[in-house]
């Protein structure tokens, strides 16, 4: 059958055509148009790869506001937690202080009325003593101008004595 | 795919069935008819069939779809006012005395062996689209040419004939098409280096991908890249060659991709590619498949080497056979006006040429995505590493 056997001048120029078009195809239509679409691809591909970056990115940032808000409210709270605990030892430190003192001050008060009574006893007592040894005398002194009273109260006293043993 | 296999079978055989039917009836068929058949020699058939002239009056389908199929010194566009208008191509021989090269119109669109070119001082006849060293004088039917009485095989020598036909015509044809099409999708991205593509390269880009990604790097595996550019080229190749072929007027309507030599030269180029690029794992396979029984090694060794040919063979005959059924549906369909000699046929015949044609578009596509698709494959598994 003539149909199935190749011819010698088809396979000749169909060999020299299909190299030439390979030839020619490699070096002016496939290595720019497939550097132009590989290039194409990386760089879609780095701009996908930079938006997702820039995405976890924010992501993360906004992780860490969080963290961040978060840490400044719990150091707000600590802070006031700490001045109220503060403010009362100091209230209490204070009240402490200021009784101790009170009572300090009463004590000594206390003490000083004391000593002031007891010198004011000692003072009043020295007086009445010097009066009566004062008055004694005047009276002695009167009484014994003459030696018959002298007598009467050497009796009196020896009777005193006497009764009050 | 065995579809069409059966329509191939279904209209060679109905092709031949009108064609011997009628040279009963008419019975004065030789020579012309003849053409296709195994005997080329009409002289040796002996006088009672003494007219040598095909009947104009008797339409012979076989004939004509033959003549379409096959590849012809000439290009021949359409008959006018009984005259043949067509465009003369160089035959170029390689003859005992050198290079020859002449116009094919040194034939006078003869091609049974009547008309003697002369060129360099030699002769020449185109008998069957084949060329012969003419001989000196005619025979009995005024061909040029002798026959070997039993085998009626023609006895006259051939030079080489490295012609332009019709076929190489169209391939260059169609080479400068895919030329001018990819360079021009090219400078698109030379000048737009990193814009989306547009026009021609928004067109050819998503092929080339397709063809870079579902058939090179899917099949062939991590060392694809070097292959793109030929995988490329036989895609390309074979579709336009396949699309040119069923333009049914000039430039296109030659069977280009539907010609054996053609397809063989592809298959070869696969075949060298593949074995070229085997590596250890790819010949291991072959030659002493591990994991066997050593008694069964050589045997498989045996099928393997035989399965190392069949690969490109079948690529070789895939593509031909494809492509030339299709184009003898298409002729046969036509065919049918002038067999039922009815213009109330034509409606039938052109839609159903229409409804062939368009499953002809598909396989054009299909049967270069088949070829490129397998010779990845193969290419791939020559590639294979050792994976253990």
């Known amino acids: 059958m003539d149909i199935v056997t190749p011819g010698f001048g088809l396979i000749f120029w169909t060999t020299l055509t299909f190299f030439l078009l390979l030839f020619l195809l490699a070096k002016f239509a496939w290595k720019p148009i497939l550097q132009a679409v590989q290039d194409r691809e990386e760089s879609i591909n780095a701009a996908l790869k930079a938006a997702e970056s820039a995405k976890s990115e924010v992501a993360a940032l906004q992780n860490s506001n969080e963290q961040f808000l978060k840490e400044a409210r719990e150091a707000r709270e600590a802070m006031l937690k700490e001045a109220r605990s503060m403010r009362d030892k100091t209230i209490a430190d204070a009240k402490e202080a200021a009784s101790e003192e009170a009572s300090k001050v009463l004590e000594l008060a206390r003490i000083q009325i004391d000593n002031e009574k007891k010198a004011a006893m000692a003072e009043v007592k020295n007086q009445v003593a010097q009066l009566a040894i004062d008055m004694s005398e005047r009276i002695l002194r009167a009484e014994l101008k003459d030696a018959e009273a002298q007598r009467a109260l050497v009796d009196r006293a020896m009777l005193d004595l006497k009764s009050g043993n | ?388």
């Open chain 2, 1 to 388: 795919m065995f579809l069409r296999y059966c329509l191939l079978f279904f209209a060679a055989s109905a092709g031949s069935l009108v064609a011997s039917s009628d040279s009963k009836l008419s019975g004065q068929h030789s020579v012309g008819s003849s053409q296709g058949h195994e005997s080329h020699a009409a002289e040796a058939h002996d006088g009672d069939h003494a007219a040598s002239e095909p009947d104009e009056a008797v339409f012979n389908p076989k004939e004509m779809i033959m003549h379409h199929i096959a590849d012809s010194h000439g290009w021949h566009i359409m008959d006018w006012n009984e005259r043949e208008i067509g465009i003369p191509l160089p035959v170029i021989l390689w003859t005992r005395e050198g290079l020859v090269v002449f116009s094919s119109s040194l034939f006078h669109h003869d091609s049974e062996g009547m008309h003697v070119a002369e060129s360099g001082g030699q002769r020449f006849v185109n008998l069957h689209e084949k060329i012969y060293y003419a001989s000196d004088a005619p025979n009995e039917h005024g061909i040029y040419a002798q026959a070997d009485p039993i085998t009626h095989e023609v006895t006259n020598l051939q030079p080489w004939d490295i012609s332009i036909t019709k076929n190489v015509a169209s391939l260059f044809v169609s080479a400068v098409i895919i030329l001018v099409l990819f360079t021009r999708a090219a400078k698109f991205y030379a000048k737009n280096s990193d814009a989306a593509p547009r026009g021609l390269a928004g067109f050819v880009e998503p092929l080339v991908v397709f063809v870079r990604d579902d058939i090179a790097k899917n099949n062939i595996g991590p060392h694809y890249k070097k292959f793109v550019p030929l995988l490329l080229t036989i895609f390309f190749f074979i579709w336009v060659n396949n699309l040119m072929g069923l333009v049914p007027f000039f430039p296109g309507g030659a069977n280009v991709t539907g010609n054996i030599a053609v397809t063989m030269v592809l298959a070869f180029v696969a075949f060298v590619v593949t074995n070229f690029n085997g590596k250890r794992h790819y010949w291991n396979h072959i030659l002493w498949m591990p994991g066997l029984p050593v008694a069964v090694k050589p045997l498989l060794a045996i099928v393997e080497i035989i399965g190392i040919f069949t690969k490109p063979f079948s690529l070789m005959i895939r593509l031909f056979a494809n492509i030339t059924a299709g184009h003898i549906i298409v002729l046969s369909l036509v065919s049918l006006i002038f067999i039922f000699e009815t213009l109330w046929v034509s409606p039938v015949s052109v839609l159903l040429t229409l409804f062939i044609s368009v499953l002809e578009l598909l396989v054009t596509a299909l049967q270069a995505y088949i070829f490129t698709l397998l010779t990845a494959l193969y290419l791939g598994a020559a590639l294979q590493e050792e994976h253990h």
